[in-house]
């Protein structure tokens, strides 16, 4: 069954201005996201999506209250939220691979009990801008293909992406919204930065720049954060390039340079400081090729707990 907006089926393919433009429902709800100002989310109750990784929970969760995620330039945060049960994943999307993505979406989702019931599948899409590589427009283009393509209807809620998420300053183009989050409990999707990505962040960060595929890192049903075990290859010619200036590192490790956040260039070289002293992570960095799993403490924050013995 086909993507939906208000109750008619999206005719594709057409760019996302186009289709804001022939549903100003859609055109309305984005230039209310855009014109919100950005919020501070702290870490109390709150579960970090980075790159290529996924979250999915519900209103039942006694621990997690917000997803979120940010730093998204070409990239697109997606969130995908059942009416009836409350369940609520979001991921943050490279266009890596989103024809495996979008099922793996879907299928976190469907995992949660009732999802059978009254209700319906929503969908917010948010990120990208007018890249000049067309990064962005080619991720709307596979995101909408690929929840078009599913069984299940699916209801196109938020449309804020690439053009419809795009501003310009001296001929540069830039995203407008680089980061959001959504409450679990009450549904609302807004413009959000995160002073904390954690726990691990850097591990989770090398993951994804070695090339990891998309995965889910947090199981509801135990409100565990589950991290690894996570194997990756030594990343080639890590020394060459810790030794580069932050001109060469932007322009050779970003799918946008103009347009990445201040602390772009910090993050990936500590993230390549990591890989350089982790180059094969299996049994230094997961003891007993064991996750690393982390629950909410009673205030709000990630602690560390002990592996099971499996």
Known sequence: MPLLVDGQRVQLPQSAGDLVRAHPLLEERARLLRGQSVQQVG??????????????TSPKDGSISILGSDDATTCHIVVLRHTGNGATCLTHCDGTDSRAEVPLIMNAI???????????????????????????????????SEFDRQEDDIHLVTLCVTELNDREENENHFPIIYGIAVNIKTAEIYRASFQDRGPEEELRAARALTGGPMISIYDAKTEQLRIGPYSWMPFPHVDFWLQQDDKEILENLSTSPLAEPPHFVEHIRSTLM??????????????????????KSEDGLWEKISSPEN
């Open 43 to 56: 870490p109390q109750g709150l579960l970090y999506v980075q790159q290529r990784e996924l979250a999915v």
């Open 110 to 144: 469907k995992s949660f009990p009732d999802h059978a019931q009254c209700g319906r599948l929503e969908v917010h899409l948010v990120g990208g801008f007018n890249d000049e590589r067309q990064l962005s427009q080619k991720l709307t283009h596979q995101l909408l």
């Open 274 to 295: 990591f890989l350089k002293k982790y180059p094969s992570p299996t049994n230094t960095l997961f003891p007993g090729n064991k996750a690393l799993l982390y629950k």
